[in-house]
């Protein structure tokens, strides 16, 4: 399986750039969480890398193929998911036909409640209804459907309670163990961490810290610093 190299990436937004020469591997099998201070430049970075916005400098390869200048949707052809901030669901669609949109069949979409079992008791409610939690859920389910090879999550747990991310923490981890790269932003550092293989550190625009989540968990004072940027 090909992996996803990052090397130099600059993004600029209005006045000047946002993250500075950013470098990062995803490989299969593997989280690697991207947490920092809020405003460092997180959902910046993931939506250069998506195709969302462009980035001013650096590259970005699948394998030895160079996609920079791809445009989202020959992204997304390659294997590249992004799940955005915000529960993005069709509110007036029931589960089974948000899920349908991305699943395609309905084999796959079985899969999907075997994976999800809180669905499969509302797959006729419209998903308007569902709980900030069933709504990620959702999100997730459609994600999974489309078996991306890397995969990017930014705040899974916005607006949702520690208990309710917990829970859905698993399945993300999961994804990861049948081969998907998984890039995470997320704000509650330590969940995240604790589930990674890998961590990424960005404060001010910068990488702060580069290596494995588990060294960085077990170093206050080493992620302490790394927030700080110094």
Do not use: C, W
């Not at 430049?41 to 030895?64: F, N, Q, R, Y």
């Amino acid at each position: 399986m090909n992996a996803l190299r990052i090397a130099g990436l600059t993004v600029t937004r209005g006045a000047g750039p946002v993250i500075r020469d950013v470098d990062l591997t995803l490989e299969p099998g593997r989280i690697t969480a991207l947490v920092g201070p809020n405003g460092a430049g997180k959902t910046s970075l993931l939506e250069a890398v998506s195709g969302v916005v462009p980035a001013a400098a650096g590259t970005i390869h699948i394998g030895p193929d160079e996609i920079t200048k791809h445009s989202r949707v020959a992204r997304a052809r390659r294997g590249l998911a992004h799940i955005e901030q915000g529960r993005a669901v069709f509110g007036g669609l029931t589960v089974l036909e948000n899920l349908m949109l991305t699943a395609r069949t309905r084999a796959r979409v079985d899969e999907l409640f075997d994976l999800f079992p809180e669905l499969e008791k509302r797959r006729d409610s419209p998903a308007a209804l569902l709980s900030g939690g069933e709504q990620q859920m959702v999100v997730l389910a459609r994600a999974f459907a489309v078996r991306p090879s890397f995969l990017l999550i930014d705040e899974m747990s916005l607006g949702l309670a520690p208990v309710v991310f917990t829970r859905l923490l698993p399945l993300v981890t999961r994804f990861a163990e049948e081969g998907a790269a998984i890039l995470l932003v997320e704000q509650f550092t330590h969940l995240a961490l604790g589930a990674a293989t890998d961590a990424l550190v960005v404060s001010s625009g910068r990488v702060t810290y580069a290596g494995g989540a588990q060294e960085l968990l077990a170093s206050p004072s080493t992620l302490h610093a790394a927030y700080l940027g110094s």
